[in-house]
């Protein structure tokens, strides 16, 4: 099945496209940063939280509309694993953290 058309009118299948094996999130008072990770790169975007909000409301719909289609998807968030891109040091061997 072709991907829907975005609400913005782009053809999606025309669009270049790498597959993302991973998603990393962080936020501050004044913004959100996402990473959207493939293989040893990724590429990283900062968000108004008013912006990231939509964007929740955004990926929360189209996977509703997923699973009505094609079932309910099975997986886990595990909380608090750290992500190999770090904004401090991870301790050395020995350190406490």
Partial sequence: MSPRPASNGMD???IPKQF???VVAARTKES???GLLTGESGAFYALSPQHFKRLVKNLTYQL???????????AE???GVESPIQTKDLPQKGESK
């Fill in 12 to 14: 999606l299948n025309k």
């Fill in 20 to 22: 993302c094996d991973n």
């Fill in 32 to 34: 959100f940063t996402v």
């Fill in 64 to 74: 509703a509309e997923y699973e009505k289609e094609y079932g309910v998807v099975e």
């Fill in 77 to 79: 968030w595990v909380p």
